[in-house]
Nanobody, 115 residues
Framework: QVQLVESGGGLVRPGGSLRLACVASGNIVAIGAMGWFRQAPGKQRELVAIDAGGGRPNYADSVKGRFTISRDNAKNAVYLQMDSLNPEDTASYYC?????????WGQGTQVTVSS
């Protein structure tokens, strides 16, 4: 059994910052890509950032220059530093990881940007 557990969501004012963390645990042999998706109410889940592990991360155009993804392979962890947040970033954020060649998802963490 493999689990992804996210942390770091919350309420922040426009222009503020948050850092999300996701740690994978369980029967892990190998982890490929790790990343973050988000889903706002009434909208489809969308890619925010993904790190395939071998090159440059990919970002959604809407977050380029504001969000930074990083990973710590020794800890089976992936992070998302979110700066210059705006209300359009409000969503549930989901961690994704390809663990043992199977897609795994976290339970989601809420990020709300509001004054």
């Amino acid at each position: 059994q493999v689990q992804l557990v996210e942390s770091g969501g919350g309420l922040v004012r426009p222009g503020g910052s948050l850092r999300l963390a996701c740690v994978a645990s369980g029967n892990i042999v190998a982890i490929g890509a790790m990343g973050w998706f988000r889903q706002a109410p009434g909208k489809q889940r969308e890619l925010v950032a993904i790190d395939a592990g071998g090159g440059r991360p990919n970002y959604a155009d809407s977050v380029k220059g504001r969000f930074t993804i990083s990973r710590d392979n020794a800890k089976n962890a992936v992070y998302l530093q979110m700066d210059s947040l705006n209300p359009e970033d409000t969503a549930s954020y989901y961690c994704f990881a390809a663990v043992n060649r199977a897609p795994k998802w976290g339970q989601g963490t809420q990020v709300t940007v509001s004054s």
